[in-house]
């Protein structure tokens, strides 16, 4: 066991118990990268300030290159009694530099150095979320180009509602994801503040410039309260909720994967690729891996509830509580990133059955709707159209046949303003092609989405081309 | 019971459970003047584009601009076998004007009314809660002003960690908040998009303009996709979300005010007008409202797990699940509205016991940073002082003696680096003013940070003079 | 406004918008019953121990019994400015009997006073959801009972897996809400305790017979510390956390209603006064109560969450943020019992379509198990055996026949162990009879099954019968 | 990659993206044991009911010993490219005994061993968990015994309310964490039940003997429905929900923990391995075990978030998403057992300063309920008296002074009732001493309920002596 930095006034040695439940090197470990980062603005601005010697700052950044290189080729030896990442890269600075490696603790705390990690952190997979997003977006665009000449019932209540275009099923997803990159980029706006430099809480004595940290690393501004600055979680909560709408959204789309995967719905076959088999029953060909991306959810959705439990009810300023910070941001993290990449792949591998398709729209249910359009046109209040339609649908139930089986005098026989023109409107093509609002599944309209869509992926990747910061 | 807008196909009428276990209209009525706001504009838009004649539009809108008097005015009467509000109204419209009352709903479906309504109602919600964030930051500052002089312990652990203004303190609570307004404004961005005009969920084959009812309500545009249109609900978590992280920032003063008027603390005294007492113990000065925002922070996080569960997995478009969007939304609201409220109210009701305040700083514990950062001055690395200073703090914790009782012998004996000058540091005013970093606790930087505040709080409050909407 | 109970040492009243926050009458008066029973059982015993004298007791029952009756003939007057419904009750007491009135709240506090009233009311609330699910129980048994006969596929991710009796399938659910019953049955357990005389914290000074009110009350036994007594909230959380798994078991079943009244599945037509249509399309016909029924779920996790946070980190005793409890056990109350209630209402007007059961089974596949096992029976290892009938499967997905159409050569040709007996085992009445494992799909074990749980209804309606206690 | 058991149907190789986001044997190979454990009671009643001949049962069994050691020892390869933990050690098996290592699988499938294996695995977790609260209570006990004569403030709502003696206070923890037992006793009633046989969901054709199984295994009994069993996830959430109030309890100790450790309470010190320090703040000294409790009790309210949001929803039998159910249990097993093991361990090593306890009492506020009560016994109704006593407070607050620094006459010009015998009651000890009544704070009824607890652990301790079961 390592002395620890605090021993001084400490009597007795911590309690071995105590070190494994309070270490945190055993997950905090993967931010090496961002602490060494950190720690090199830190230290050269240290110099740039003359608060320490030029040549101690770059023997120090020196020595931390050694260090990473050590960690990035499995070197370096992790030892559990240091307390966290902050400590073992210290250790290992002061080992290889003698005494000035205590140098670069000067003017900064544990307290800021953290969440200088965690930000950094965040920003990146911040990136890899939007570039994800922006890669799933593409394949979308892709199918939905594919099937624009593809109709399916639309679903109310997983009931046949209107007919539609799959292109325009598929671009509601669009959609959604593109919500979702909105979001990770304004939660993006307060991740990337510098918060080092406020040290413990109370901010430093030593005249150091906290802007030009802030500009080593990249970031649009510094923290402009110490206290809130180490006690500050609410980017990482904000991560996880926009993240547990993502895996919302993916959720639902899972969800018709496996519904359309089914043998009753047969509207897809995945790729065999991506499903699995069964141990005992040999014919089995399971969707596991949107099930397990809509089971997935539930872990997001519980790191979120984790974090917010954790913050609710703190004192100011930094708590231990504050520890279990990181956990639910990783899994979290790591859960979304591959989530997205396995979905992005999988996606192209599903070829959609056409005829099927085409089957189930067979019985004209979906066309009632167009019926009752037609009588309004012909002068009937929409709410009329409605019940008489309604009635005529009641009978072909009753007399188990197709609304399009209807004939002219049928349907006279419940309503005298039906004429010939009616069978015109009785054709799914057509009903597609007339609901031409704003956003509707006209062919037309989702050309023109999926155009509109190719073009803001454009821009959205050309604007992540960087490093992912804004 | 009346007869529903469907019965068409039905043989059966619906079941008298059925009717108590769906309907909506207990707690969605309160959306009645954003249905009749929304209607309303409809209206325009469809006789605008010839849909309708004129003269009905002028009809419907006199009927309705009287069915939103009668509800007002306590005298319109509710009937729970209306499914909805939006039934109960057009109900009232149709007995109103008769059959062409049945015109308004042309182009329209209750799927895209109720998002129509859900968002007009939470774009209200959202400018009062940024107003009265405002209002809340104003009165912190108003505090932090007060108390600029004032110097208190800074804490970690819930220790005392080093001297901070109370004023620091106070402020980090406005970053928080400031944060908060932050996060409702870029809600409202997905917030303030129409969704009417597409239908059903497919769009409608009507030559609506969905554009110009935009620009009735005051809405930044429209829907892309009208199958997303109709199932997203994702501005609803979102605004949960944001509602949340505030909740979890005012459990965080909360719980302060709480630890600051027990009698151990006694560092506050909150206003009789905003305590209670108990019935059996008289002496009881309790500060319930506080707990009870504390305790509230429950429901506004229970309220987002509702939400996030409920749409978890739902195919697209519409399903009857989505009705459970509301309760936990206008909970939420009325949560957060009236705690920002009484939180803004009871802030300047409080005093600080400043005698009390610089009393538990005698100790002096909260300068051993102090005596740390002066060894470093000498020459020390932060390490070596720190293990210095923590051997000296361990001592005089065994001898019951304070920090400042030691003597320069006494100090020597620890480190040949002490000299007469160390008396100059071990001063909490002094140490409070040298931390000068960005965002640290120097009265000087607190000063700034209130004058930028002040600054920032009056360009919001201009931005949401208009009607909440950015 | 009243003058508070507690004013005496207070100088200002209570802030008109802290009257209006802290304020719990809107919904505690729901207990108004419970904390009548309470105060008379209390009253009763104070007087048999000699604290009150007996005429005083009368005089306070007699006024109690009249509330009692004011209130639930709705003449009773519910101010608000009464803090609560023990506030509210002991006024209404005092106006009627005057100064001895004030006697009633002798060796009490409200502290423990709330208590005992969320305790009786939780035991009705558990009498009522076990009677509940007993019902339901019941009705799947005579759904059960009713298909025994009828075979589907079972499934597995959504897949066919083998064939099963309906009845078997329904019998699943049996056994979730058997295990629910027995969950609510243990928290009664833990709720059916006296606290009342744990006063506000300590217990009293006066010398009650805690026993004899627990008598009265019928608990089974008094609490064994006072500030526990005050602070415990347990047995909410569990009765929440009760409720949300009997919902998640609704939820499942309600998602799988759903799914069979689609048009693809068609297995079940549900009675169209269970179901509602749309406003807009003619033909719909939707499942909306088992979709609800599945989204209030959510809000029923969210219960859950809420009061699981308002206590988490509470330090002792009563604090207020404990006054959140009730709302979310209310609602859940009333949302799992109406659930309860509708489901078991609806579940006899389901038809299930037995023709289309048996047409998704047609193509056989569900069959291949029987012919693995079939190859183990004839000496092949399990695991070879299902490798041959997997390239079986392969080859009919691949040249678009049933698994039922290959031949005999053709099997032999996969593997030579195939004789003319196969034949005998691809049939699914003949899979469904071979399961005869304990609490297989066998008819005869169903049959069994249904028997047994008949059994069970009958035992736990007869131990029900008396008030809902244990 | 090793093939697939199920490889026969399938074309393509599943893609290595999908092997990655399948696997599970990260994290179920905990399960090894338990997974050998059930293989091994299910081959010896194979064989015992002639489905396998005894030999090979034998040969299968004596792999299975070595595998277990293997893994054991750490020289078993798990190959991330099996599966899951089954098919890891199956394939071990196979490659020792050849081909009759696949007659183990027989009338069997992997969805009800895994269920079998984390029953085992719950069904230990529990054992440990009990025997875990046992030593807590035990310890709680000593600390009890320690105290029984010293006295402190009762708080409600964090301030002073009656005086209780510390015991009383400690043994309030101890019954939250008797009552948790229980809740654990509960669940294992639903755990300790065979699932194995049930198969792929059916139950299975060949003759087994689940009883049999059963008995070897220790289980109660076996399922009752196969479709259930394979599906059912009741008892995990259970055990998370028991988990999570257990959780939410140590979460209010540990609060305390950290309150009384501040330097403004000072009712405790914590010993120094039960501490740890700060990097920068030489003086810090921070109750950081305690504070690390209360907040892992968030992750373990979002595992229980977590399980119910991958269930709801979900159609019968088994779906994927359950594999997400073993990540969030294992999580809290380990979180709850080390919580409560650390817990144990630093009890014993807080010292109360009963000098300080002493102190805060000095002010004598909470006598007030005393001075109210004296006036009861000369005859005023409770509320009259608790006014008179409230605006004696309210004049000593205003003074300064203390309640005990009244005399005669400044009492009796409040009320005339006083007399000499009033200063007999305003003594903390004789307070805590009238509070006899049952789970009063009386020092003998403290001493009763210690002697009480004694024997409940005793007894507890005895029953769990064996393996945890029940």
Same mark, same amino acid.
């Not at 080729?73 to 990442?85: C, K, N, Q, T, Y």
């Not at 939660?187 to 005249?207: D, E, H």
């Not at 402009?224 to 959204?249: G, K, P, Q, Y």
């Not at 054709?427 to 599944?441: C, H, L, Q, W, Y």
């Given at each position: 066991?390592?002395?620890?930095?605090?021993?001084?006034?400490? &009597?007795?040695?911590?309690?071995?118990?105590?070190?494994?439940?309070?270490?945190?090197?055993?997950?905090?470990?993967?931010?090496?990268?961002?602490?060494?980062?950190?720690?090199?603005?830190?230290?050269?601005?240290?110099?740039?300030?003359?608060?320490?010697?030029?040549?101690?700052?770059?023997?120090?950044?020196?020595?931390?290159? &050694?260090?990473?290189?050590?960690?990035?080729?499995?070197?370096?030896? @992790?030892?559990?009694?240091?307390?966290?990442?902050?400590?073992?890269?210290?250790?290992?600075?002061?080992?290889?530099?003698?005494?000035?490696?205590?140098?670069?603790?000067?003017?900064?705390?544990?307290?800021?150095?953290?969440?200088?990690?965690?930000?950094?952190?965040?920003?990146?997979?911040?990136?890899?979320?939007?570039?994800?997003?922006?890669?799933?977006?593409?394949v979308i665009l892709d199918l939905a180009e594919k099937y624009t000449?593809v109709?399916m019932?639309?679903?109310?209540?997983?009931?046949?509602?209107?007919?539609?275009s799959l292109s325009h099923h598929l671009m509601a997803y669009f959609?959604?994801?593109?919500?979702?990159?909105?979001? @990770?980029?304004?939660?993006?706006?307060?991740?990337?503040?510098?918060?080092?430099?406020?040290?413990?809480?109370?901010?430093?004595?030593?005249?150091?410039?906290? &802007?030009?940290?802030?500009?080593?690393?990249?970031?649009?501004?510094?923290?402009?309260?110490?206290?809130?600055?180490?006690?500050?979680?609410?980017?990482?909560?904000?991560?996880?909720?926009?993240?547990?709408?993502?895996?919302?959204?993916?959720?639902?789309m899972?969800?018709e994967?496996?519904?359309?995967?089914?043998?009753?719905?047969?509207?897809?076959?995945?790729?065999?690729?991506?499903?699995?088999?069964?141990?005992?029953?040999?014919?089995?060909?399971?969707?596991?891996?949107?099930?397990?991306?809509?089971?997935?959810?539930?872990?997001?959705?519980?790191?979120?509830?984790?974090?917010?439990?954790?913050?609710?009810?703190?004192?100011?300023?930094?708590?231990?509580?504050?520890?279990?910070?990181?956990?639910?941001?990783?899994?979290?993290?790591?859960?979304?990133?591959?989530?997205?990449?396995?979905?992005?792949?999988?996606l192209?591998?599903?070829?959609f059955?056409?005829?099927?398709?085409?089957?189930?729209?067979?019985?004209?249910?979906?066309?009632?709707?167009?019926?009752?359009?037609?009588?309004?046109?012909?002068?009937?209040?929409?709410?009329?159209?409605?019940?008489?339609?309604?009635?005529?649908?009641?009978?072909?139930?009753?007399?188990?046949?197709?609304?399009?089986?209807?004939?002219?005098?049928?349907?006279?026989?419940?309503?005298?303003? @039906?004429?010939?023109?009616?069978?015109?409107?009785?054709?799914?093509?057509?009903?597609?092609?007339?609901?031409?609002?704003?956003?509707?599944?006209?062919?037309?309209?989702v050309? &023109?989405?999926v155009?509109?869509?190719?073009?803001?992926?454009?821009?959205?990747?050309?604007?992540?081309?960087?490093?992912?910061?804004?």
């Amino acid at each position: 066991m390592k002395e620890k930095p605090w021993q001084g006034r400490f &009597e007795k040695a911590t309690h071995e118990e105590v070190e494994k439940y309070t270490e945190s090197l055993s997950f905090d470990r993967r931010l090496y990268r961002y602490d060494i980062e950190g720690s090199m603005a830190h230290c050269r601005m240290l110099a740039e300030c003359g608060i320490i010697p030029q040549d101690d700052a770059e023997r120090i950044i020196g020595a931390l290159v &050694e260090i990473r290189q050590e960690i990035e080729e499995g070197r370096f030896v @992790f030892d559990p009694s240091f307390e966290d990442i902050h400590m073992a890269i210290e250790h290992a600075l002061i080992k290889k530099v003698g005494d000035i490696g205590g140098k670069l603790h000067t003017a900064r705390s544990r307290n800021d150095q953290v969440c200088l990690d965690i930000r950094l952190y965040l920003r990146d997979v911040i990136g890899t979320v939007r570039k994800g997003l922006a890669d799933l977006m593409a394949v979308i665009l892709d199918l939905a180009e594919k099937y624009t000449d593809v109709i399916m019932p639309g679903f109310t209540h997983l009931q046949h509602a209107q007919p539609v275009s799959l292109s325009h099923h598929l671009m509601a997803y669009f959609e959604m994801f593109r919500r979702d990159e909105e979001r @990770f980029s304004d939660c993006l706006k307060r991740v990337n503040i510098l918060p080092l430099g406020s040290a413990a809480l109370a901010g430093t004595t030593f005249p150091i410039n906290m &802007e030009l940290t802030a500009h080593y690393l990249g970031f649009d501004r510094v923290t402009r309260n110490s206290m809130d600055a180490v006690s500050d979680r609410d980017f990482l909560v904000e991560f996880l909720s926009a993240s547990a709408i993502t895996m919302m959204h993916i959720s639902r789309m899972a969800e018709e994967l496996v519904l359309w995967s089914s043998p009753e719905f047969g509207f897809i076959e995945i790729s065999d690729a991506f499903c699995t088999g069964s141990s005992i029953m040999p014919q089995k060909k399971n969707p596991d891996v949107a099930e397990l991306m809509r089971g997935k959810t539930g872990r997001v959705y519980g790191n979120l509830v984790a974090l917010l439990t954790v913050i609710k009810g703190l004192p100011l300023t930094y708590n231990r509580d504050l520890q279990e910070d990181k956990e639910p941001v990783f899994d979290t993290a790591d859960t979304l990133i591959s989530t997205l990449r396995v979905l992005t792949t999988m996606l192209p591998e599903i070829e959609f059955n056409e005829e099927r398709l085409s089957e189930v729209l067979d019985d004209g249910w979906v066309l009632a709707t167009e019926l009752a359009d037609y009588l309004v046109s012909k002068g009937l209040p929409f709410r009329k159209a409605h019940h008489v339609v309604g009635k005529i649908v009641g009978r072909c139930v009753k007399e188990g046949k197709k609304l399009t089986d209807c004939t002219l005098d049928e349907l006279k026989g419940f309503d005298e303003h @039906f004429g010939e023109d009616v069978f015109n409107v009785l054709d799914v093509r057509k009903a597609v092609e007339r609901r031409r609002s704003a956003g509707g599944t006209a062919f037309s309209r989702v050309i &023109e989405a999926v155009k509109e869509g190719r073009e803001h992926v454009r821009r959205l990747r050309e604007s992540l081309s960087g490093d992912g910061r804004r």
